[in-house]
């Protein structure tokens, strides 16, 4: 019969598990260390993956560019437009939480960045400007018109001003010529490489903003722009009958030689502006058509077991720089969608709650045991990190308070940008000779990457870029 234990055989068997205890105890609070159980710890794990994504930013520092994250390669990571999307990612934090605590550096950064024209066209970025950097920069703007972010100072231009100039200056016959039936070229000046390129992602930008600017202004105008866009996209074959949507083609080719990469942030542009255009119409049936079947397209294709998934890189982890933002705009844009055509929301925000509990549950890394990786649906954290991967958290968390959130204004709503309807007007064309750009120059991209532009070869050799 064993022996009935003492105080004392109690407290020494104590002393020997303890240190497991604790040990395994540490574990468990690194990988609960962040939780979405309710609205006050989203708005604390909001919190915390704010500042861990701000330190990937320098601009605000002594000798530094704002604005900018640290790039472009060979200089750092980030291309220029990255910038853009880390501040449309801080204006939805404020929106959503309230805190106040980063709109100095982001008001700063917004404005920095503008150009002398007021364009976000700055000549720094010239040598590898593309309509959707320019696209990107002026998305974050029209945000912050639309959730009402404190208006820059009044010797400044307005939110609304610059997002009509971005699309004023995409709008112009300049930008668009006969090749492939029409559509925006991927960069803007003629010396560019990747000016042969005709991509979903530049065209998306410009609907996008298209359709944001006709329901906040209630202007038909800009709507037109929307839908002759959208008609170009199924037409010249970048979006199909089954609503995939493909990355771009040549215009040597007349953009027959389509490459049929598939990335989440396409669709999330277009399913947010095809959200606008559904409520500006006040729910027209095209537009609700158009909508649904796109949103069916991208739970189908980028969602797996109802978790982000990055069809075109993330099984094999091939994903550029680049790649690795592109989950926080899918949840930011979607969530957006669900307030705007409010129709969706029943079939997508339970979706996107599931996906952001698998984003938190693997923010597991060093230092902190809180940072995080990349693969959602791994379960554990992978080991790549940077600003884009904790972007793309923070959009899906900061996202799920969306229920408390008001929804886009527009001018007759409560709206108080000041815009400018020839916004734009003096910005450079780059129809002239541009300076000679280097080797080095050449290298810049912006969203996409040589890699993706080019062939078959390498990274995406498993891919079919057929017609």
Request: hydrophobic letters at 40%; aromatic letters at 12%.
């Amino acid at each position: 019969m064993p022996a009935f234990p003492t105080t004392d055989n109690m407290a020494s068997r104590l002393l020997r598990v303890l240190p497991m205890a604790l040990f395994l105890m540490g574990d468990l609070v690194s990988a609960q260390g962040y939780s979405i159980d309710s609205d006050d710890n989203i708005m604390s794990t909001a919190k915390a993956l704010a500042d861990n994504v701000l330190t990937y930013y320098h601009g605000n520092e002594i000798g530094q560019t704002p604005g900018i994250l640290p790039g472009p390669p060979p200089a750092g990571d980030y291309y220029w437009w990255e910038g853009g999307a880390l501040w449309g990612t801080l204006i939805d934090y404020w929106h959503y939480t309230g805190d106040t605590a980063y709109n100095d550096i982001i008001t700063q950064a917004m404005l920095w960045q503008v150009g002398p024209n007021n364009d976000y066209m700055p000549p720094n970025v010239t040598a590898s400007l593309g309509n959707d950097d320019q696209g990107f920069w002026g998305m974050s703007a029209m945000l912050a018109a639309e959730v009402n972010y404190p208006d820059p100072p009044a010797d400044q231009p307005g939110w609304l001003a610059l997002a009509q100039a971005v699309f004023n200056t995409q709008a112009d016959p300049g930008r668009h010529d006969s090749t492939c039936n029409g559509g925006l070229r991927w960069q803007i000046p003629f010396s560019n490489n990747g000016y042969d390129y005709k991509n979903s992602i530049a065209n998306g930008c410009f609907f996008n903003l298209g359709a944001r600017l006709a329901r906040y202004l209630n202007n038909q105008t800009y709507a037109d722009w929307a839908e002759k866009t959208w008609d170009w996209m199924q037409g010249v074959g970048f979006m199909d009958k089954d609503y995939r949507i493909y990355d771009g083609a040549h215009v040597e080719t007349n953009c027959t030689d389509i490459n049929r990469a598939q990335f989440s942030y396409n669709n999330a542009v277009y399913l947010l502006g095809a959200a606008y255009m559904y409520n500006y119409t006040d729910g027209d049936s095209k537009w609700e058509q158009r909508l649904s079947s796109l949103l069916d397209a991208t739970l189908r294709d980028f969602f797996r077991d109802n978790v982000a998934y990055e069809i075109a890189c993330e099984e094999h982890m091939t994903c550029t720089t680049d790649m690795l933002s592109f989950k926080g705009y899918l949840h930011r844009w979607m969530t957006t969608m669900t307030q705007i055509a409010p129709f969706t929301a029943e079939k997508v925000l339970p979706v996107l709650k599931q996906s952001a509990q698998a984003a938190v549950k693997q923010c597991t890394g060093p230092p902190d045991g809180k940072t995080c990786g990349f693969q959602w649906s791994s379960g554990t954290f992978d080991d790549s990190v940077g600003a884009g991967q904790t972007m793309n958290v923070l959009g899906a968390v900061s996202s799920l308070l969306v229920g408390k959130a008001k929804p886009p204004v527009t001018n007759a709503t409560g709206g108080t940008s000041v815009g400018d309807p020839n916004a734009g007007a003096a910005s450079d064309s780059f129809t002239h000779t541009s300076t000679p750009i280097t080797t080095g120059d050449r290298a810049g991209a912006g969203i996409l990457t040589a890699l993706v532009l080019a062939s078959a070869a390498g990274t995406f050799a498993w891919m079919s870029l057929g017609v």
